[in-house]
């Protein structure tokens, strides 16, 4: 941007102009103009604002109602503009025409000010990307995933590992229906599948191939894959990870005794038996009278798998009505925990409890045991009778769950640096670590899927239950591998239906990470934002935090340790910049000194006045969406606190801390979102990485000789708009009983 022409204007309008003294507020402004008007969101008003643009103003401060609010309106290219928040933060939350209020109000547009006279539009990071998707998986969703892609104008490349398309379709000759009558079932069609992907003139398909590795970034990906013992080399703009599931080992239930008898069967086993010509036991291959089905075998366990597979209970359904057709006598029961046959899938359940011969029975089977006269003995505790049953059976069916055919990368990089320990021959400590990880290691299934060449690991990252989301609530199809989507049950366990939508909202995922790529924007969850991350090398001491603490492997190393970026891989999240105790990073809108200028803008009354400054750091994504609906709420909160949103609370530096404790503020409110296992954070662990730095906050306490208290970190959902005002009024009070800054005045 050339030199900076600053105006700034200050809308009336929503109670502004009525409860604040606007003059006395434009006298903050210094050496530049400030205007008012009574609605600056109008035409009139965004006619206004584009005149003084067209006059050379190319920075503009306006006072107004949120960012959050009138984004479209106030979008004026080639312009940077600055909202300072006067009606959700002040007005509709304060007393009107109060000193405190005023002085917020002023604090506020200084802040603005400081902000806009430091910040800078953003120049993209353009990439010449290419419009090639790779799908990883020829099942189900990567068949459809290819088939979008290429109808959208995009080349697609389809890999299976296996001889040919067509994933667990295959063996599931038979289907539920997703169209009505949801009670009957229907054929699979995977024929037809088949030639439309086949047929089409943008997918390549390549059979018994595996991805040998992929390195680059979003846009310029490049991949080497095997087949048959050669290798090539492409280039694709994104890659939709479809690897699908496999079942879980049976084995591992001990009390339902898989492997004792060959007529305890899984669910995947069931269905090759209804495949064949004749239905019998496998043991003798005498008729089968009675069968049991038993739900939830290993599913909903803490033992093996803490979640539920979705489709079990409609399987066990749909292979109970094929069975009654085979075999009209047979008596059928299935043993549940719960039926679940969500939406219009109750038809289907209907229709199995309709037919003479099935039996539904809610219980926990404590064991099955094979008898001496060849037969299974089922206990059921927990039924409806209130007492213990014993079942006795030809063949038990069990529904085991779907397990994702994905790897957790970073786990694997700790076998392989564990294992570089060893052949390096290190002694002592090292190794005695690097070989009890080897073995806390060795029962997990580390093959690598994609063989990302990531300092973070050759796969992404698992979270709960071993799924490689991002953000499932909000980016349900992301990984944490930036232009790497999810889809059918490498994502989440899903039935053929499921798989055909996420296959389609991956391959646009994919898409659009390509095309907003090629403008230099990011995808997600700062969907527009051009800024990227700049490093200042010499400064950097190596010390690593910045490239382990990413969450999306932005960052490699070269062989002393400095970070070497990936801009196109980074989220924009600012957490590296958090991280750098040297202030390396940071961006043209977002970095370590615009920080410290709004800070530092603030004015802090001295001790005589016995008004407290409290600085608050809030989450734009969740924390500051709360806030703001506080505001609308009117929900009053104390006037001692100045707000500054920021990207992530991963993105707070210490330093800011101690800036704003060495001015004069009496305390630092930190606001993230919520961590652990049901995390809201958009950037995945930022409250938590926040948390584990507070360590240095303490010690920077410490030295100061300050108060532990002073700083508080806070975490809560977009949801807790009405808990957010309580938690700062508790946190002014404790100020106020602790007592003042003793550096204020300094």
Not at 355 to 383: M, N, Y
Not at 530 to 536: I, K, Q
Not at 650 to 673: H, K
Not at 719 to 732: M, V
Request: proline share 5%.
């Amino acid at each position: 941007m050339d030199q900076k022409k600053i105006a700034v204007y200050l809308c009336e309008g929503c109670e502004i102009g009525t409860s604040l003294d606007l003059d006395a507020l434009a006298g903050v402004c210094g050496t530049y103009a400030c205007k008012t008007h009574p609605c600056l969101c109008r035409s009139d008003g965004v006619r206004t604002l584009e005149d003084h643009i067209r006059d050379g103003v190319n920075t503009l401060v306006l006072g107004a109602c949120s960012p959050r609010f009138k984004s479209e309106q106030f979008n004026l290219p080639g312009c940077l503009v600055e909202r300072v928040n006067l009606r959700e933060q002040v007005v509709w939350t304060h007393e009107a025409n109060d000193e405190d209020t005023q002085m917020m109000a002023e604090d506020y547009l200084r802040m603005g000010i400081a902000r806009a006279e430091r910040t800078a539009l953003p120049d993209p990071f353009t990439l010449d990307v290419e419009k090639t998707i790779l799908i990883i998986g020829g099942g189900t969703s990567g068949m459809k995933a290819a088939l979008e892609s290429a109808r959208a104008g995009f080349k697609a490349i389809l890999v299976e590992k296996e001889a040919e398309l067509g994933g667990w379709k295959r063996r599931f000759p038979v289907q539920f229906r997703h169209s009505p009558p949801y009670g009957g079932l229907a054929a699979t069609n995977l024929n037809g599948d088949l030639k439309s992907v086949l047929d089409h003139p943008n997918i390549e398909v390549l059979t018994s191939t595996t991805v040998a590795s992929i390195e680059g970034q979003p846009g310029q990906f490049d991949i080497s894959l095997r087949t048959n013992g050669t290798t090539r080399v492409s280039r694709v703009g994104a890659v939709v990870q479809a690897t699908g599931w496999k079942p879980y080992d049976a084995s591992r239930i001990e009390h339902l005794s898989y492997g004792k008898s060959p007529d305890i069967v899984t669910n995947i086993e069931m269905e090759d038996l209804l495949n064949k010509p004749q239905l019998v036991r496998p043991s003798d291959g005498k008729p089968i009278r009675q069968i049991a089905f038993i739900q939830c075998a290993g599913s909903r366990d803490p033992n093996h798998l803490p979640y539920c597979s979705a489709v079990c209970c409609r399987v066990s359904i749909k292979q109970a009505i094929q069975l009654r057709e085979k075999l009209p006598d047979t008596q059928t029961m299935i043993f549940y925990k719960d039926i679940r046959t969500p939406a219009q899938y109750e038809d289907l359940y209907r229709r199995a409890q309709e037919l003479k011969g099935i039996l539904f029975a809610k219980g926990e089977v404590a064991g099955v045991t094979p008898r001496e006269d060849g037969r299974l003995r089922i206990e059921v505790d927990q039924s409806m009778l209130g007492e213990k049953i014993l079942v006795d059976v030809d063949l038990v069916v069990l529904a085991t769950g779907m397990v994702p055919r994905v790897s957790d990368g970073e786990v694997i990089r700790r076998q392989r640096d564990a294992q570089a320990v060893i052949d390096r021959g290190e002694k002592g400590v090292k190794l005695e670590t690097a070989k009890a990880t080897l073995e806390e290691l060795k029962q997990l299934d580390l093959e690598s899927v994609l063989n990302l060449n990531y300092r973070q690991g050759p796969d992404t990252p698992t979270l709960q239950h071993g799924f490689p989301d991002s953000h499932f609530i909000c980016f349900p199809y992301e990984s944490r591998r930036t232009g790497i989507y999810l889809a059918g049950c490498a994502k989440a366990p899903t039935d053929f239906e499921g798989a055909i939508s996420d296959g389609t909202a991956a391959a646009l995922k994919a898409i659009q990470s390509v095309e907003l790529g090629s403008q230099g924007k990011a995808v997600h969850p700062r969907w527009d934002d051009m800024s990227f991350p700049e490093f200042s090398f010499q400064r950097c001491t190596q010390c690593k935090r910045c490239t382990e603490e990413c969450p999306f492997g932005v960052l490699n190393e070269d062989e002393k340790g400095t970070p070497k970026p990936n801009p196109a891989r980074c989220r924009r999240c600012g957490i590296c910049l958090g991280a750098c105790p040297e202030r390396v990073i940071s961006f043209k809108n977002y970095s370590i000194d615009i920080v410290s200028s709004m800070i530092k803008a603030v004015e802090i009354p001295d001790e005589f006045d016995e008004k407290p400054r409290i600085l608050g750091l809030i989450c734009e994504n969740d924390a500051y969406p709360a806030l703001d609906t506080a505001g609308i709420l009117r929900r009053r909160f104390s006037t001692f606190i100045r707000f500054i949103p920021v990207r992530c609370l991963g993105s707070v530096n210490t330093i800011w801390i101690a800036d704003a404790l060495s001015r004069g503020f009496d305390g630092v409110l930190l606001v993230g979102c919520q961590s652990g296992d049901h995390y809201q954070c958009h950037f995945i662990k930022g409250s938590e990485i926040m948390g584990i730095r507070g360590k240095n906050v303490r010690e920077k306490l410490t030295q100061l000789a300050l108060e532990e208290e002073r700083v508080r970190l806070e975490e809560l959902t977009i949801a807790d708009y009405n808990r957010l005002p309580e938690i700062i009024n508790a946190f002014a009070d404790e100020i106020e009983e602790i007592g003042l800054n003793p550096f204020k005045g300094f």
